[in-house]
């Protein structure tokens, strides 16, 4: 990704822990997901998450959704952060699936509330999707869906796709100049290099999962988040 979505992205991220820190912990409970990524029923989980939640259903907002698969696509992690209505209160709300299917979130107040798509909307698309047509990395495979407002444009070295009832059409160049945030998703192979350092007797093992700009990834959009753009380009035919 260029440097302006970069930056945007690591304020965005600045931004989410410094909510994390004022949530509060839940009790946990665990869910039975498939072994892996193809048949992966999302909208599954968005239902669970309402049940542990109690948020409003019709005010929730997606502000970041992140899916680690393993090589082998079996579900590694899944991170999902929305703002949502609760009682009349403005909340965020952080739930995490681990590998075992054990759900953990946290919830908090907050001064406003952002105006992403509805995360059922989003998860049933990524649901939609083939995962079998597309090539994982060494380790595996990462999803990242997130919310964004302004002006950027998306072409250049990027590969850029419309994400429709699970078919990825190719796009050449994006155009937005909105005040009304849209998602864009990143697809990225996933590569984990691993260091060791220490005697025999006492090793610690670092991990590094490479991101979006290692090139390892397609960007995709969602028709209504394309709808707010103010030009897309499609791929000249031949």
Request: charged content about 25%; hydrophobic content about 40%; some cysteine.
């Amino acid at each position: 990704m260029n440097k302006r979505v970069v930056l945007i992205l690591f304020i965005m991220f600045s931004a989410a822990i410094a909510y994390a820190s004022v949530l509060k912990p839940t009790p946990e409970k665990e869910i039975h997901l498939p072994p892996n990524a193809y048949g992966l029923p999302l909208s599954k989980l968005w239902n669970i998450t309402l049940e542990i939640t109690g948020v409003e259903n019709s005010t929730a907002a997606l502000d970041w959704l992140l899916i680690k698969l393993a090589e082998d696509g079996s579900l590694d992690h899944i991170v999902l952060e929305f703002y949502g209505m609760e009682n009349g209160r403005p909340k965020m709300y952080h739930v995490e699936v681990n590998s075992r299917g054990k759900v953990t979130f946290y919830e908090g107040d907050v001064e406003r509330r952002l105006g992403g798509q509805h995360p059922l909307k989003v998860l049933r698309e990524i649901e939609k999707l083939d995962f079998r047509g597309i090539e994982f990395g060494e380790d595996g495979l990462v999803v990242d869906v997130d919310t964004v407002a302004g002006s950027l444009e998306y072409g250049s070295n990027l590969k850029l796709y419309l994400l429709k009832n699970g078919t990825l059409t190719p796009l050449k160049r994006i155009r937005f100049k909105s005040s009304v945030p849209w998602h864009v998703i990143g697809i990225c192979k996933r590569k984990v290099m691993r260091s060791r350092s220490g005697s025999a007797e006492s090793t610690v093992t670092v991990t590094i999962t490479e991101n979006s700009m290692t090139g390892q990834c397609f960007v995709v959009f969602m028709p209504q988040d394309l709808d707010k753009a103010v030009e897309v380009e499609y791929p000249t035919q031949t």
